[in-house]
């Protein structure tokens, strides 16, 4: 490409065209072996130089501007998507669901007010997970352990208790779950009102509905579900009510609930008696008026052996 060709792209002027004319022409010359012809400059047109550098300045200052508004149309963009930002987070924090998480821990019973009014009586170690308020079209806990629920009436806005993979629907009622993790059956009591009970998976109208004095015990492993009735449905022999009340229950479950109620432990030193079960209703405010009936009915013996240790034999 000649030299002239890329002045011409960049500039019409007629004082750059003449300089770049002559150049050309010298090129030419040098390549023949021949001298440069400095008197072809003498046709190069004169210029202003003050216009020539009020051009250059004035071309500075365009893109300056030019810069200027760039730099103003990214600012404007930025805060755009800032103040955006900002009121995205505050739509999505206002909208967010905020959990408040209680454990009782062994020989610990806890009452917790619900942010509708219901009442939930916290067995030993037990947790209930709920939000801070309800939203929505209904109201959600989630239970690990055993609890006792007096839930606020509200038809429009059904209360649901979640177990792992079973949930127990209300709209207001009395109620017990026993939804410890190491038991194998997950069992609903209900005192009055009406709950249905089931697997998540199953659809609501499928799930079974329980009558007061009925109980429904889900197998946790098979998914299973039966409904029965069930006696001493008395509030008066609740666990919340400081009342033992078993029926037909082997040694080490036995065992196992007055560990979590009174924050104890067991070692038995006798595997034979591992087999007894118990049928037992007894005020439970004193755990050796427990121990006193356990002796009673079979022949075991139960030592303190240190600080909330014992020994059953």
Known sequence: MRISDIFRKKSKDAFLDAIAQSMDKDIERMKN?????????SSIPTFDEDKVLESVFDNIGKRRAQRRRTLYRTAAAALLLIVGGVFGYIAWHQG??????IYARRGEKLIVILADG???NLNSDSRLRYPRKFTGSERRVTLEGEGFFEVSKDKSHPFYVDCYDM???????????NAYPDNSQI???LYDGHVSVGCKTTPEDSR?????GEEAIYARSTHDLKVQKTDNISLDDLWSKQVINV??????????????QYGVTFHIKNNAIRKYTYNITCDAAN????????QTITPVHIKKVANRKYEIR
């Open 167 to 177: 949930e127990v629907k209300v709209t207001g009622t009395r109620f017990n779950v």
């Open 33 to 41: 072996g021949m001298s440069a012809d400095l008197s072809s400059l």
């Open 208 to 212: 079974n509905a329980l009558l007061p």
């Open 96 to 101: 967010a669901v905020e959990y408040d998480e």
């Open 247 to 260: 029926q037909d229950m082997r040694l080490e479950q036995l065992l196992r609930i007055l560990e979590r």
């Open 187 to 189: 069992v609903t009591t």
């Open 118 to 120: 219901s009442r939930v």
């Open 287 to 294: 755990l050796q008026d427990v121990f006193d009936v356990m």
